[in-house]
């Protein structure tokens, strides 16, 4: 079992940059694949980035590519999202993922509770 816990959310104008945070619980992190989706009101879930187990290598959505970076701290059991340039299309609840066998994270096998980040034009 792990739980993620995200935070870093909140409200910010368009341009500004922000870094959302993943917690991970337990021993088992470096086993993991982990990503972040986002999912805007009205609208699916969508995949925004994913990072392998070692932090080697990484995956994003063509409307984050260039402006976003996802990185992990290993020792800190911590994944973490870097965001420049935002947009107010950004505007969505940032879920933290997990998953063993998926490249990118399709179905992840665990969610964190999400973290709302707000874009003001």
């Known amino acids: 079992q792990v739980r993620l816990v995200e935070s870093g959310g909140g409200l910010v104008q368009a341009g500004d940059s922000l870094r959302l945070s993943c917690a991970a619980s337990g021993r088992t992190f470096t086993t993991y694949t982990m990503g972040w989706f986002r999912q805007a009101p009205g609208k699916e879930r969508e995949h925004v980035a994913t990072?392998?187990?070692?932090?080697?290598?990484?995956t994003y959505a063509d409307s984050v590519k260039g402006r976003f970076t996802i990185s992990r701290d290993n020792a800190k059991n911590t994944v973490y999202l870097q965001m420049n340039s935002l947009k107010p299309e950004d505007t969505a609840v940032y879920y933290c993922?997990?998953?063993?066998?998926?490249?990118?994270?399709?179905?992840?096998?665990?969610w964190g509770q999400g973290t709302q980040l707000t874009v003001s034009s």
């Open positions: 990072i392998s187990l070692s932090g080697g290598s990484t």
């Open positions: 993922a997990a998953d063993r066998n998926s490249w990118p994270i399709i179905n992840p096998d665990f």
